[in-house]
Nanobody, 124 residues
Framework: QVQLKESGGGLVQPGGSLTLSCSAS????????TGWFRQAPGKEREAVSC????????KYAPSAKGRFTISRDDAKNTVYLQMNSLKPEDTAVYYC?????????????????WGQGAQVTVSS
């Protein structure tokens, strides 16, 4: 059974940084594309970033490009999202999710397994 657990959320001032972690059990993240998504109150869930299986090709939403960095530690079976220069509009619940085996970040499919989410609040 796939289990994904996000951690590292919290309250940060505008311009600050946070790193989210997505630790996995029941799945080897090296073999699965893993994405970060977010959902703000009253808004639809949106894709933030994704790291492909194996070679780790990455993908970013325009709002994240240049500020966020996704990475994977295969030894720890964990995917990270380093977020810098945070803005109030980044406030949301952030979720990590894995795609079906064999599907990558650029395939037109939805993720298969989801974590419970981590709250990120950017406010002064």
């Amino acid at each position: 059974q796939v289990q994904l657990k996000e951690s590292g959320g919290g309250l940060v001032q505008p311009g600050g940084s946070l790193t989210l972690s997505c630790s996995a059990s029941g799945v080897n993240l090296y073999d699965y594309a893993t994405g970060w998504f977010r959902q703000a109150p009253g808004k639809e869930r949106e894709a933030v970033s994704c790291i492909n299986f194996s070679e780790g090709l990455t993908k970013y939403a325009p709002s994240a490009k240049g500020r966020f960095t996704i990475s994977r530690d295969d030894a720890k079976n964990t995917v990270y999202l380093q977020m810098n220069s945070l803005k109030p509009e980044d406030t949301a619940v952030y979720y990590c999710a894995t795609y079906y085996y064999g599907y990558g970040c650029y395939d037109p499919v939805q993720p298969d397994s989801w974590g419970q989410g981590a709250q990120v609040t950017v406010s002064s």
